[in-house]
């Protein structure tokens, strides 16, 4: 008998498979918040239907106006119990006692039962991972109408970009991502971000042709071959400062020390980040913004410091070429002293307004004025953008297909760096 291959979900097929959760476009955009450069993990696989892995699952998620549409993609075990067969001297037995078909009725209901409150409990998980992961016990109507108030451009901004929030990655994930980011862009990062799990991953599942696997671990991470497997997956320089913090981590504190930095102060986690190998100031402040609950972060790179200056006319005394840690400091505390705690999450709406894939969605011409500084592809290095030295590139696909082959060839001036 042929195997049916499992596909990915559409909500238009029925929603017998989907469980939902309130939650108004106001408050969350998919199609904004998946794709602006936080996490590297999720694609859309139809019509405003994203699908990606996430707390060791594979999800697709879709959202109507006012309600978030999640499926769970699970490994469905089911224990089978024999069937009734041959008895001794090979006699087939086709009848049953009433005693024996009263037994099996009474465990029939014990087992539907357990599989009805399993099922409840899986659905409680989900619910609960969901909205840890979207963060959604955040008023972000609340913090828009508080940022527009304080900075008329961001209100500008926001009637046009609403919903994008700020996500709370796994640390590990969203560490070993950035350090991924170095003078990079968001496809290219999507596609060695896959070749990463692929390699080092727990394969969860596969969805018509697509593969979908785990996040490696960090002690997968310290493997002594990982440099070299990732250097010839295309990672250069990027593989020694993988497999360097992975040990480095392991070494000096533990697994649960990434984790731990959720409960210290912001300047005490980023300068714990910068210790690591490959972790400057601005993958640091990512890091404390998306995975280690640190809403006042605010990552600067050259983007977000031609932001300040375009639109909000910050300028310095003998402006430097490059970032420095001085004005990445200045630039971080006028935008943190503008829009408050939550000053990392308002930034992330301007830096995802100033990629170019979401250009279309901007009226006015002084809106698309961001087009040319969103095309350089520099970012660590802090380098001026240069539109004249983009060059276009494509990712190579390998066998067997993974989630960042769908993409097919990317274009370097297509995105933005992260």
């Not at 497997?229 to 990672?235: K, Q, S, V, W």
């Not at 020694?240 to 300047?267: K, M, T």
Request: net charge positive.
């Amino acid at each position: 008998m042929r195997k049916v291959m499992a596909t990915h979900a559409v909500l238009s097929s029925g929603v017998n498979t989907w469980r939902a959760l309130p939650c108004e476009k106001s408050e969350l955009r998919l199609d904004l918040t998946l794709a602006c450069g936080q996490s590297f993990r999720w694609r859309e696989t139809g019509d405003g239907h994203w699908t990606g892995v996430m707390g060791g699952r594979v999800w697709t998620l879709t959202q109507t106006d006012d309600t978030l549409w999640y499926h769970v993609y699970k490994h469905k075990g089911r224990h089978v119990h024999g069937e009734v067969g041959a008895g001794k001297g090979g006699v087939f037995l086709n009848e049953k006692s009433q005693a024996q078909m009263k037994c099996e009725g009474a465990m029939k209901k014990e087992e539907e039962k357990e599989a009805v409150a399993v099922n409840l409990q899986h659905d409680n998980e989900d619910d609960a991972m969901l909205r840890d992961y979207f963060q959604l016990n955040v008023n972000l109507r609340g913090l828009y109408r508080k940022w527009g108030a304080a900075d008329p451009h961001f209100k500008q901004i926001a009637d046009i970009f609403t919903g994008v929030r700020l996500l709370r990655q796994d640390p590990t994930e969203c560490l070993f991502s950035f350090i991924c980011t170095s003078n990079n862009h968001i496809s290219r990062i999507q596609g060695m971000v896959e070749r990463l799990c692929q390699a080092r991953g727990n394969l969860l599942c596969q969805l018509d042709e697509t593969l979908y696997y785990d996040f490696p671990s960090l002690l997968a991470l310290t493997d002594n071959n990982i440099e070299a497997c990732l250097r010839e997956l295309g990672f250069g320089y990027r593989a020694r400062f993988l497999q360097q913090s992975a040990n480095q981590i392991l070494d000096n504190h533990c697994h649960e020390w990434l984790e731990g930095l959720r409960s210290v102060p912001y300047a005490e986690a980023r300068d714990a980040l910068r210790a690591l190998p490959g972790v400057g100031t601005k993958v640091a402040d990512c890091v404390c913004l998306m995975s280690l609950d640190k809403a006042d972060a605010v990552p600067i790179d050259t983007h977000v410091w031609q932001i300040a200056k375009r639109d909000y006319k910050y300028t310095v005394a003998n402006e430097p070429k490059s970032l420095t840690e001085k004005l990445h400091k200045d630039i971080g505390d006028f935008f943190r002293n503008l829009w408050g705690p939550y000053a990392g999450w308002a930034q992330s709406v301007l830096f995802c307004a100033d990629l170019k894939k979401f250009q279309k969605m901007k009226g006015t011409p002084h809106l698309k004025r961001a087009k040319k500084e969103s095309d350089s592809v520099s970012m660590v290095t802090c380098k001026k953008p240069n539109i004249n030295t983009v060059k276009k590139g494509t990712v190579k696909n390998r066998k067997p297909k993974s989630a960042s082959q769908k993409m097919g060839k990317v274009s370097v001036k297509e995105e933005r760096v992260v």
